[in-house]
C-alpha cells in the first residue's frame, strides 16, 4: 500500500512541477542575465517542494515522505547558493510546523539534500543542460537523506527502509531527472527566444545596435536626460572614401575596416552612450549627458583616433578618415527626430568641405 501512495506522490510532485512551468515561462520572458534566471528558478523549485511536502505519504504519526528531495538536491545548481538556503530554510520551517516523531529526521534530511545539492553544484560548471548521467547521480544523491533515519529508532528505522526505501530511491532519481529536463527546456526556449530578439537589433557585421535598434532607443535615452536637466550630444560619422576600400583591397577589406571603427566608437562611447551602425558606412553615437563643448572635444579626439589608426586588412593595412557631425540636445522642444536631421546636415557640411573634419549644427 505505501508502495502505491509514494508513486502518487511522485504523480503529484511532476504535476507541481509542470503547473509552475507554465508561470516560470512566463517570468523568464521578463528577466535577463544569469542572476534572474537563478532567482526565478529558486522561486519555483522552493514552490515545488512546499507544494510536494503538502501532499505526503504518511506512515505514522509525524512520520511523512514526499518528494522534497528532489527540489532540495537541484536548488543549488538551477537556483545558486541563495535559493538552495532558502529552500532549506523554508523547508525546515514547515517540516518543524509540521512536527511528529519524524521531525528532527525529516530536518537533518532536508539539510543533507542541501549539502549535497550545493557540493554537486560547485562540482557542475558546465554551461547549458546539465548531462543525463549528472542529473542521474544527482538523483541517486537524493536519496542519501535516508541516511537521517538514523536519529529514529532501530526497528523504526528499518521497517521504514524496508517499506519505501527502493522505491523512493527510484521516484528521486526520476523525480530529478525529469524535473531538471522540464527546466532546461523552458530556459533553453526563453534563451533562444531572447537570442533571436537580441540578434534582430544588432548589425551582424560590427554588433554594434543596428537603425531599428537605433530609432528605438535613442529618444529613450534622450528623453531620460532631459528628465534630470542634462543635455544629449549626437555624432553621425561617415568613413571618407569607404568605396576606395572594397574597390582596392576587396569587400572583405572593407569588412574589417568597418569592423575596426566600430570597435573605436563603442570604445569611446563607454556604458552610458550607444553606438550604432546606420548602414554602409555610415555610424551613430549617442552620449547622454554630454553637452556642447565637450562633444567637440570628443569628436575632435575620436577623429584623430580613427585617421591615425592602422585597420589590419589581412595583407596589408589600411588608414582612413571619417567626416562627423554633431548636434547637441538640450530641453528646448526640439524633437530627437529634428536633432538627427540637424546632425546628418552637419555631416553633409563636413564632408562636402574636403572631409576627415568635424563639423557641428550649431556652426551653421
Not at 512551468?21 to 535577463?32: I, N, S, W
Not at 554630454?290 to 579626439?301: L, N
Not at 575620436?302 to 548636434?327: C, Q
Not at 530641453?331 to 555631416?347: H, I, K, N, P, Y
Request: hydrophobic residues 50%; aromatic residues 6%.
Amino acid at each position: 500500500m505505501k508502495f502505491e501512495l509514494l508513486i502518487a506522490a511522485f504523480l503529484q510532485s511532476l504535476g507541481i512541477v509542470f503547473l509552475a512551468t507554465l508561470p516560470y515561462e512566463m517570468v523568464l520572458t521578463r528577466v535577463k542575465g544569469l542572476a534572474g534566471r537563478r532567482m526565478v528558478s529558486g522561486l519555483v523549485l522552493t514552490a515545488c517542494a512546499l507544494g510536494s511536502m503538502m501532499v505526503p505519504v504518511t506512515l505514522a504519526d509525524g512520520l511523512i515522505f514526499d518528494m522534497r528531495h528532489v527540489f532540495l538536491v537541484l536548488a543549488a545548481t538551477y537556483g545558486g547558493l541563495p535559493a538552495a538556503i532558502l529552500m532549506a530554510a523554508v523547508t525546515s520551517a514547515y517540516r518543524f510546523f509540521v512536527g511528529g516523531s519524524g521531525m528532527l529526521a525529516g530536518v537533518l534530511g532536508i539539510l543533507i539534500s542541501t549539502f549535497v545539492g550545493i557540493a554537486i553544484a560547485r562540482w557542475n560548471t558546465i554551461g547549458g543542460p546539465t548531462p543525463l548521467r549528472r542529473l542521474a547521480l544527482m538523483g541517486l544523491c537524493a536519496s542519501l537523506c535516508l541516511a537521517a533515519l538514523a536519529l529514529l529508532p532501530f526497528s523504526t528505522a528499518a521497517a521504514v527502509l524496508l517499506q519505501v526505501g527502493p522505491t523512493f530511491v527510484i521516484a528521486n532519481l526520476l523525480g530529478v531527472i525529469l524535473t531538471a529536463k522540464m527546466l532546461d527546456r523552458e530556459q533553453g526556449r526563453v534563451l533562444r527566444e531572447q537570442a533571436l530578439a537580441e540578434d534582430a537589433m544588432r548589425d551582424p557585421l560590427t554588433g554594434l545596435v543596428n537603425r531599428r535598434s537605433f530609432d528605438r532607443r535613442a529618444p529613450q535615452m534622450v528623453a531620460k536626460a532631459k528628465g534630470q536637466g542634462r543635455p544629449s550630444s549626437l555624432f553621425l560619422l561617415d568613413v571618407d572614401h569607404f568605396k576606395r576600400v572594397n574597390d582596392t583591397y576587396g569587400h572583405p577589406a572593407g569588412d574589417a575596416v568597418l569592423r575596426s571603427v566600430a570597435d573605436i566608437l563603442s570604445a569611446r562611447a563607454g556604458i552610458s552612450g550607444m553606438t550604432a551602425r546606420l548602414g554602409g558606412e555610415e555610424f551613430a553615437v549617442l552620449l547622454p549627458g554630454v553637452d556642447e563643448v565637450s562633444a567637440r572635444r570628443k569628436a575632435e579626439r575620436l577623429r584623430g583616433e580613427i585617421a591615425g589608426a592602422s585597420h589590419d586588412v589581412g595583407s596589408a593595412t589600411v588608414e582612413v578618415t571619417v567626416s562627423i557631425g554633431i548636434e547637441t540636445i538640450a530641453d528646448d522642444g526640439r524633437s530627437f527626430q529634428e536633432a538627427f536631421d540637424r546632425a546628418d546636415a552637419a555631416l553633409y557640411r563636413a564632408k562636402k568641405a574636403g572631409r576627415n573634419r568635424v563639423t557641428a549644427a550649431r556652426a551653421a
